[in-house]
């Protein structure tokens, strides 16, 4: 592929400048690409989802740094970035990439929390037109999760076709926000063709992980009130405001009038943070909004020498947000996939974790509780009754862990929206420990069960 043969000739390049580049890797960086070769994803390219289209999935690869097992067997991360429409190359600088950097001189360090020490992490760009995704117009962007997962389901398997060495690894697909919702629908839409397709042809998913998640907005929506009260951020009387304007969000949903229930809910969260005169409502210990890094994002991954670094087209436009895929995303965004959370819970060979930052007010512990406890599982009951237990990395309070059989939660202590960010060891061990099935993510539920 054209990307493939871009990203062989910006290897040759770095590697000719390898000395000048290493020197620059921990420094600013005067050299034409600030992007220490460190930092080059193992593998990117372009997986296309349209046969008639040029449309396509742009992937960054980077290999497990440390695995214990043989890479055959070794587990692979997909991250799926939210908005909708947001880059995955997010996740990848700010949040579970091997590097990270956040300042304006582009200084790159290693991220000590990186979530490929043990495990490869692919990171794309979805839906098209996300990041350095490619939609060949804007009709194709997906409208809904089913044609969010068509396109998804073309390039993993595109993926794995073009790179058989990772046929039999375990896949863990991961994501954060609205993104959970992709994760949920990517992965129902993999158990249906699991189901009719033949023993070579199926995709190995073993896990799906939801970070800070969209699940069932409705119910979600419902409790942005009660928690910023019992946070201290509001009295009893805007209480009573929020929640009227909660209900409206709500009757919309319950009306299927999927755009009018958006803009409702984005009024209640807008309302409530200038109600507390909150920085963020990601994180509302936060007295300044902290994710000034965006501007710098965007100026280095539209630099002319990183874009070949990546292998994609220089006449490409990065943006952190795409408005065309928000936009076509819009009316999707107060509709639930809780009944496909169920089906995975069901089919006993996908396991589940949720997770969220203690402060965070959008999808945050009480928003996800909300939901998770009207499921229509039959491990609900047991579920809801399983030990909350007290969850410590080396030694120090992380947070709190409540599991049966496949399905597991994590509040993760003094974190927000972005968890991995805010905490890297703690999420680094919750996502090494619950992957390999170690530790208080062992057998959990039947020591709480004996
Ligand atoms: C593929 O592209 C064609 C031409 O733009 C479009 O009509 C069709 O809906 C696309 N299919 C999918 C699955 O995106
Ligand atoms: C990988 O393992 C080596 C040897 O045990 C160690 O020195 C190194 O710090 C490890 N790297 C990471 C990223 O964990
Ligand atoms: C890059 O994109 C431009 C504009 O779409 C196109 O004309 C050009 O052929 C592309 N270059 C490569 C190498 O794909
Ligand atoms: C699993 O449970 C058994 C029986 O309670 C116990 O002996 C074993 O150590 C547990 N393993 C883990 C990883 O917690």
Redo the contacts with the bound molecule.
Sequence with gaps: MESTHFFIISIAISLSFCFIIQTHALASSNSNNPFPKEAHPTKTGYLPVNTTSSSAIFYAFYEA??STLPLSQTPLLIWLQGGPGTSSMFGNLYEVG?WTFSDKSFTFR?NSG?WN?LFGLLFLDNPIGTGFSVASSINEIPTDEKGVAKHLFAAITTFLKLHPEFKHRPIYITGESYGGKYVVSIGYYILKENARLSDSERVNLVGVTIGDGSTDPEIQTATHATTAYHAGLINDKQKEELEKNQMEAVTLTQNLKWSEATDAQTKVLTRLQKMAGLATFYDYTRKDHPYHFKDWMTELLNMAEVKKTLGVNESLVWALHNSDVKAALYADMMKSVKFMVEELLRSNSVRVLLYQGQWDLLDGPVQVEAWVKTMEWEGIVEYMNAERKIWKVNGELAGYVQQWKSLTNVVVLDGGHYVPADQPLNAQAMIEDWVLQRGIFGNLSYVAYM
């Design positions: 740094q440390n091997p290693p990186a020490r």
